[in-house]
């Protein structure tokens, strides 16, 4: 188990960017597959973006080009880089851990992540 703590949100024009990071405890974070989820208000939790412990990356089509996920297991760190924001990308972003196998069927399962963070609300304004 792995407790999972996101920071980075915030207010930003559209076409901006913003760096989303999720720092976690545990000694194994290297072991852990690592997705982000958004939530947007009044609409389900849908999948943005994963990386498997092995580097492998998987994107939500909405968001492929202009987000980037990546890890420092140095730093039991996963990142968010976002690029070209647009309104429809606000909502709450959570990260989440899943150890074990991973594909992209998987890795864009909420069901399939045991572990969550609080969540940081991201919000772009036209």
């Known amino acids: 188990q792995v407790q999972l703590v996101e920071s980075g949100g915030g207010l930003v024009q559209a076409g901006g960017s913003l760096r989303l990071s999720c720092a976690a405890s545990?000694?194994?974070?290297?072991?852990?597959?690592l997705g982000w989820f958004r939530q947007a208000a009044g609409k389900e939790r849908e999948f943005v973006a994963a990386i498997s412990r092995a580097i492998g990356t998987y994107y939500a089509e909405s968001v492929k080009g202009r987000f980037t996920i990546s890890r420092d297991n140095a730093k039991s760190t996963v990142y968010l880089q976002m690029n070209s924001l647009k309104p429809e990308d606000t909502a709450v972003y959570s990260c989440a851990a899943k150890p074990g196998s991973f594909n992209s069927y998987i890795a864009s399962s909420p069901r399939a992540y045991g572990d969550w963070g609080q969540g940081t609300q991201v919000t772009v304004s036209s």
């Open positions: 545990g000694r194994t974070f290297w072991d852990y597959n």
